[in-house]
Structures are given as C-alpha cells and as structure tokens.
C-alpha cells in the first residue's frame, strides 16, 4: 500500500501512467496553446474547459503519456477532416518543437519505450465519425497520420450512427452499413474501435461487428450514478468480455459528486463489474469538464492513485488501471504498418 502522495508520485515513475483522452489539441488549434509550455492552474471554477494538460504538469504528476482526443464541429460536415488534419499538425509540431520531451507513439510497447526513456508518449484519436463525413476511406488517411482510435459518435448523430445524446438522438436505430464499413476498415488497419457517446444499439452494434478489443476513452458508470453520459453494468461486462479497456472520466457532473471518492467509487465499480482488467484512466481534461477537487490538472493525478490505494487496490491492480490496461489494448490491436507506410519501429 502506498503511504503518500509522494509514494504515489514514485510509484508512476516504475508504472507508466496513459490517460485515454484529453482534448487539448482543439485548444492548440484554436487558441494557439502551448502543450510544451507549463500553465498556471486555474481555480475550479474557473476551469472549465481549458488548460489542464501540458508537459511540464506530466512530468510533474509522473504522467508517462496521452492519448489526445480530437473533436469536431458536426456542422458543417464538410470542415470535419480539415480540422483534424489541423490538429494532427499541432501534436505534429508540439512533438517536434519539444525537444525530445514528447514522442509519438503507436503501440503500448512504444509507450513502454517512452517511459523507460524518460520521454512523454504522444497519440492520438479521433472523436466523433463525422471527421470521417461518411467516407470509410478516410479512416486510412488518418490512421496514416497515428490516430490510433476513433469514437464513432460525439453529441450528433452521423452516417455511422446514432449518439446516446444529442442532435439527432434516438435509441431503436444502431450502427448503419456506413459504420459496419468503417469498423472493417478500423479492423483492417489496426484503428482501435472507440465507443464512448454512442447510443446502447449501436454500442451492442459495434462490439458484434468488431473483430478486435474496443475501448470507451471516457465515461462515467452508471451503476454509481445514473445519467445518459454513463454506461451500465452490462455494456461495462461487454467491453471486459471484448478485452477491451474502460477509461473513466474526471468530470464531476458525471461521476455525481465533487470530490476524488466519487471518482474512485466509479473506478472500483468498473473493477468489480467488468475485472481489474477493464479498468483505465480517461480524464477529457481540457474537454469542458470540470475536475474533481484535488484532481484540477494532471499534475495531482498522484493524489488518485494514492486515494485508490487507501479504497484497497493492490499496486498490481493499480498499474492496470493506471496504464497497463490502456497498453495491452494498444498492442493487441497493432496498426497494419506495412499499409499505412509507418517507418518507425
Ligand atoms: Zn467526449
């Protein structure tokens, strides 16, 4: 058991920590954010939305990596894959302008790599199937660039399906063949199939049609507080019988509470249900979520691991949750290198 926060901070330093989903690279985009430059945090209130995740802060709370989520504008549709594109370009240069702070990554063993090099691993995802404007092809000119998930819905609905809440809404209709198409193609090329903000037909949908393990970046469950953004018990065993990962969400509004108790509550229900192999961490800092307290940028992420070590989870079970879920999932669905032309190792 871990003693203090202090002990937790060390404790990421044998473990990588990878967080499945911040948003950072829209600010980036849109506002010029720095991700190598370290940021004041802000009071809680006051956050909303920007500026939890930088590099300086990683390092500061033992952070080995992120998967940085990119979402979209639905309307028009036809600005979707530029956007994308454009914040591709700011992780692009954050990584190049780092000076060998920050890498790419691709697979869990890349990350491993990073860690062990003392370098922050960088990927990303996609949010959201419009990105794709209904084209199935699309998913390999993304995959080319590294994005090694895509969600298939966000807060409207697209060609692929219909979302568990937002424009468009609706629950008797799941994945359409446009998005039977786009997970043969995710399959194809080793694009991890990503369900969060999708509607329970489709999400069922999805899982039936995939043939390797899915992930949900971020969600909270519903079995600890019931609400349209959180997954219930069947869908968390679904994921843990796929061998896929559960990344839980930092946002108060809903984990239903304000403190990080709540937020373990929601971890340790994902244990119980799903395994101590479902369970991972996927913040959306940076997506308009306002954190627990104690939790108010990535660099107290210590203080979760040492409050989840008090609830009673072994250190082997925290470097599961912490990270070695979300890596396993990345090498068991490895990108299809010799088709997307990946020259690094
Ligand atoms: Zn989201």
């Not at 990344?247 to 971890?267: E, Q, W, Y």
């Not at 609830?311 to 990270?323: M, V």
């Not at 979300?326 to 690094?344: F, H, W």
Request: hydrophobic share 40%.
């Amino acid at each position: 058991m871990l003693q203090s926060v202090d002990e937790a901070r060390e404790f990421h330093r044998e473990v990588p920590v990878l967080d499945l989903h911040a948003d950072t690279p829209m600010l980036s985009n849109v506002s010029g954010y720095d991700i190598n430059a370290r940021h004041d945090r802000k009071l809680p209130k006051a956050i909303n939305g920007i500026g939890h995740v930088d590099v300086p802060r990683m390092r500061d709370g033992g952070v080995a990596g992120q998967i940085f989520g990119m979402w979209t504008m639905p309307y028009p549709e036809i600005l979707c894959p530029r956007s994308i594109h454009k914040q591709l370009d700011c992780i692009d240069r954050a990584i190049a302008d780092s000076g060998g702070g920050m890498r790419r990554c691709w697979t869990g063993r890349d990350v491993r790599e990073a860690h062990a090099a003392g370098t922050i691993a960088a990927l990303a995802g996609i949010e959201g199937g419009q990105a794709l404007r209904g084209n199935p092809g699309r998913v390999e000119e993304f995959a080319a660039r590294g994005v090694r998930y895509i969600g298939l819905l966000h807060f409207s609905a697209n060609a692929l399906g219909k979302p568990a809440y937002g424009k468009g809404a609706q629950d008797d209709i799941g994945l359409s063949s446009v998005g039977h198409e786009v997970i043969d193609e995710m399959n194809r090329l080793g694009v991890i199939v990503d369900l969060a903000h999708i509607n329970q037909m489709g999400f069922y949908d999805a899982i039936a049609a995939s043939n390797s393990p899915p992930m949900v970046s971020h969600t909270g469950v519903h079995g600890v507080h019931p609400h349209w953004r959180n997954i219930d018990d069947d869908q968390l065993r679904a994921i843990g019988d796929a061998g896929g990962c559960v990344g839980v969400i930092f946002a108060r509004k809903f984990l239903g509470g304000k403190g990080i108790d709540k937020l373990c509550d929601h971890i340790l229900h994902v244990i119980e249900v799903a395994g101590e192999d479902t369970a991972a961490l996927g913040s959306d800092f940076d997506g308009f979520v306002v954190p627990p307290v104690g939790l108010e940028d990535v660099s107290l992420l210590p203080n979760l691991t040492y409050a989840l070590s008090r609830r009673g989870l072994s250190d082997n079970t925290l470097a599961k949750l912490l990270g070695g879920n979300a890596i396993r999932v990345l090498d068991d669905v490895p990108p299809a290198r010799e088709i997307l032309g990946i020259d690094k190792t």
